[in-house]
């Protein structure tokens, strides 16, 4: 795929973006690099007339209440439900992903939409303190929950339902209206959920998509009131850049170098197949993969040879509807770019390649899975998120060796710990930095979504999942009334006096002072 020349703010993505001429994309099979369709690109006036249409709705949509949302959300993951297949041929076309993988992502967005649906009341209920103070005890106080009108949710291409839907659902069913921006390398999947809400399902003006690369991108935060963002640190830093412009405030799931640390009592045959999933499912293309192996010396040469066996057994090439293939093709040319470039910095860096480090010649875009053992952080395969079918293994003292490389990282999005002794994984757990710690697994905080998953450092801001996934979609209102009847003035209104200033200052002293003497100033 040659990329065409555009300029820096286009897309912060940099090289291999799909060609534009500036009115289409064209999107291809990574599986063999042919053209699957050409779509129109959504230029900064088009952007705005689908933001605009959906802000229209939106008061509409958020009169609904939850109940009302929650019974047109259940209709699209019924359709979601009918139509697992069909999603999934899409998925499987755009992105060169095993049957497996994108067979995964239905379901959770099911599962999203059940969620939130049965949570939301209880997320998004006023709340109702009470008043510290007991001269404000006559107020009545209420915190309420109230939607961003529009959220544009721009999301990348490793996972295109999940991503562009995730966000989405917690954001529609708060009662804000959503544009979405799929990636331009795989925006065929939303934009055929976004047809069936529209066409199949009928659902109300408040889901549309827009399509393009970094310029339609722009034009959408310029245009709306909440960006969702799940991408690249770098393309984050400029979305993030752009809505301090227009003061809108943005959520940003970035990138990760997940470390997994196996400590010497582990359960081996465990951790090996951990360590295989967590960096191999969705060809490494994961955000929370498992990008870099810490173990402990006692252990690691049984672990390196076992985890080069299991990676060696792997089948990998396009399996259609069969399921009989655990790793798929890289999704973007830029992707197995990079790829390549790490394992040939570790390998002359002196690590042994012990499995694959190999592109795969012929048509498409294609890296053989791949164990590399004896790596160190001079090699940006230990350092720089890889995002590709490679596990990079090291050897460690101790546990305090382990966490001070695992700490040792400009990322923190998730990571893992490997130990039969589970109360010492999560103490180890507590001193990581990092967003989330799975205990003896690998990614599953991804599926408990009544916990927040967010990253630390360059790895984002804000969370998605649980109560605040819910809640950042939502202007925070205070609402203050009064319990009584009102008198005509307040105490501490105009007019002020001499007496009346000597009576706040006594009473400020007697409200913040501790004990009796110093209350009453004796
Ligand atoms: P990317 O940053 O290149 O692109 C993400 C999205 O941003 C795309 O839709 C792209 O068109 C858009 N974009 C590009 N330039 C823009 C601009 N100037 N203004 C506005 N939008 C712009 O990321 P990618 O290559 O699609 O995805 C891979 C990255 O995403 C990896 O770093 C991965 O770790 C990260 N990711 C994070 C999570 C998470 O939840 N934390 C999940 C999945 C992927």
């Known amino acids: 795929m040659e990329a065409t020349t555009r300029s820096e703010a286009e897309s912060a993505a940099g090289d291999g973006a799909p060609p534009t001429d500036g009115e289409t994309l ?4 990574p599986a063999d690099g042919s053209l699957l369709r050409t779509i129109p690109v959504d230029g900064p006036a088009r952007v705005r007339e689908v933001v605009e249409r959906v802000r229209a709705a939106q008061p509409a ?13 259940a209709r699209l993951r019924d359709w979601l439900i009918e139509n697992s297949e069909r999603v999934a041929d899409v998925m499987q076309a755009e992105t060169g992903k095993v ?25 998004l209920a006023d709340e109702t303190p009470s008043p510290h103070l007991p001269i404000l005890k006559v107020k009545r106080l209420r915190v309420v929950y109230r939607p961003h009108q529009v959220v544009g949710n721009i999301s990348p291409w490793n996972f295109p339902l999940l991503l562009s839907f995730d966000d989405t659902i917690a954001a529609l069913q708060a009662g804000a209206g959503v544009v979405v921006k799929p990636s331009e390398f795989a925006p065929l999947t939303t934009m055929e959920v976004v047809r069936a809400w529209k066409e199949e399902i009928g659902g109300p003006d408040v889901l549309d998509a827009v399509n393009g690369a970094g310029e339609t991108g722009g034009a959408l935060i310029d245009a709306c009131d909440f960006i969702q963002f799940t991408g690249s640190e770098r393309t984050g830093k400029v979305v993030m850049k752009r809505a301090a412009e227009s003061l809108t405030p943005v959520s940003l799931e970035l990138g990760g170098k997940d470390p997994m640390i196996v400590l010497r009592d582990a359960n081996l045959e465990r951790a090996v197949n951990g360590a295989a999933y967590g960096g191999l499912v969705n060809t490494g293309q994961t955000c929370l993969s498992i990008e870099r192996v810490y173990v402990e010396e006692p252990i690691y040469d049984e672990f390196v040879a076992r985890l080069a066996e299991r990676v060696g057994e792997l089948r990998q090439g396009e399996d259609g509807r069969s399921g009989s293939a655990e790793i798929g093709a890289m999704t973007t040319p830029a992707q197995l770019e990079k790829v390549a470039e790490h394992v040939e910095d570790a390998r002359t860096k002196g690590a042994r390649i012990l499995t694959g480090g190999r592109r795969i ?52 999005l998730g990571g893992s710990v490997f130990t039969r002794d589970f109360r010492r994984g999560e103490e ?19 599926l408990t979504i009544e916990v927040p998953m967010g990253g630390w450092k360059a790895s984002g801001i804000g969370q998605r999942h649980g109560a605040n996934g819910i809640r950042k979609f939502c202007r925070v209102e205070s609402i203050l009334s009064p319990r009584f009847p009102q008198p005509a003035a307040d105490p501490l209104w105009f007019p002020n006096s001499r007496r009346k200033r000597a009576f706040v200052s006594r009473l400020f002293r007697f409200l913040n002072a501790r004990g009796w003497r110093n209350r009453l100033g004796i």
């Open 428 to 446: 180890v757990a507590r001193r990581m930095e990092t967003g989330a710690v799975n205990v003896d697994d690998v990614l599953t905080n991804y």
């Open 99 to 123: 049957r497996a993988d994108a067979e995964l992502e239905a379901p959770l967005i099911c599962d999203v939409i059940n969620f939130y649906g049965a949570n939301a009341a209880r997320f």
């Open 26 to 29: 064209e999107v291809r099979r």
């Open 361 to 412: 010649d012929g048509p498409g875009d294609w890296y053989e899975p791949t164990v590399i053992a004896d790596a160190d952080h001079s090699m940006k395969v230990m350092t720089e998120e890889t995002f590709g079918p490679v596990v990079p293994v090291m050897k460690v003292k101790d546990a305090e060796d382990a966490l001070r490389l695992a700490n040792d990282s400009r990322y923190g």
């Open 61 to 73: 949509w958020e009169a609904l209440g939850i109940s009302g949302r929650r019974r047109w959300l």
